[in-house]
């Protein structure tokens, strides 16, 4: 018997989530049933293609080479059930994306909720996450990042305003410390740290009049989570370095106040960005069309 098309995803889902449970979830069947799709396919073709420990899962070196080579394959059938759904007229089907939390909070209302409601057909699964990924081996049809980190592959659609950074700090802080007036003063409060997913510390950026500087800043507190780094600076631990968009509201109410106004640069507008190589399903196009329209 050959092997079913189910028991080809199971095996591509693990590798790609490392867990049987995770895969499980992403496939909406139960771990059993995944499990057991993935030793019957190892007992069909007599070769064993994960390593299991009660701890991790990973692949043998035969279980890579079947993945590398399933893949596209597997790519290729649902571009071609994807193409023959999109002549049936209104979008449907699942649209996966993958997207830094931060972006993910900058597109829902604007981009994403209009489009759920004009395209009721369509499953919108939106994994957040910050580290980079490669979209394309993940399973994702498209991801939301900056255009400077959006690879040189890949089709970028941008939209909406640059991203801005802004130095906040609470007004009892300034009131006990002061206000830093250039970035060497910051060497003399205490800041909130940004740890990156890569697991170094952000260095805040600033420049004026074509002045680049990079502060390596120092604080009693480190964190990885922008809400995080927000509610330390409403209680006054230090200064933080955020989006305006996640701390806009804060300063609307008076529980931040901000500073180094003139030395905050714009960075890069966000993207839609997806394979270029690959035919566009009509979920991903109405999207497309959805964002160009808004603007």
């Not at 592959?153 to 950074?165: E, K, Q, Y």
């Not at 922008?226 to 008076?254: I, K, Q, R, W």
């Not at 030395?263 to 009509?282: I, K, Q």
Request: glycine fraction near 8%; include cysteine.
């Amino acid at each position: 018997m050959r092997p079913g098309l189910t028991e080809l995803e199971a095996v591509l889902a693990v590798a790609r989530k490392g867990s049987f449970r995770a895969a499980a979830a992403a496939m909406e069947m139960s771990t059993s049933a995944l499990s057991q799709a993935v030793a019957s396919l190892e007992t069909r073709i007599g070769t064993r293609l994960f390593h299991r420990t009660t701890r991790s899962v990973r692949l043998t070196e035969a279980g890579e080479r079947f993945v590398a080579e399933i893949g596209p394959a597997l790519a290729d059938i649902h571009g071609a059930i994807e193409r023959a759904g999109d002549e049936a007229g209104e979008p449907s089907g699942t649209l996966r994306i993958n997207t830094s939390a931060g972006a993910a909070r900058r597109v829902m209302r604007p981009y994403l909720i209009p489009y759920m409601r004009r395209f009721p057909g369509v499953h919108l699964d939106l994994v957040t996450e910050d580290r980079l990924i490669d979209i394309v081996r993940e399973g994702f049809d498209a991801g939301f990042r900056t255009a400077d980190t959006v690879p040189g592959d890949m089709v970028a659609v941008p939209f909406g305003a640059p991203v801005r950074f802004a130095v906040v700090g609470s007004p009892g802080y300034f009131a006990e410390h002061g206000r830093p007036r250039s970035p060497a003063d910051l060497s003399r409060h205490a800041c909130v740290r940004a740890r990156m997913p890569a697991g170094h510390i952000y260095h805040w950026e600033f420049e004026k009049r074509g002045d680049v500087i990079a502060v390596d800043v120092d604080g009693p507190l480190t964190l990885d989570e922008p809400e995080l780094m927000l509610a330390a600076a409403e209680a006054g631990l230090g200064l933080t370095y955020l989006e305006e968009f996640n701390v806009a509201d804060s300063l609307a109410a008076g529980r931040l106040e901000r500073v180094l106004d003139d030395w905050t640069p714009s960075f890069d507008r966000l993207c839609l960005y997806y394979p270029g190589r690959r035919h566009v399903p009509a979920t991903l196009r109405a999207l497309i069309d959805l964002i160009r329209e808004t603007g």
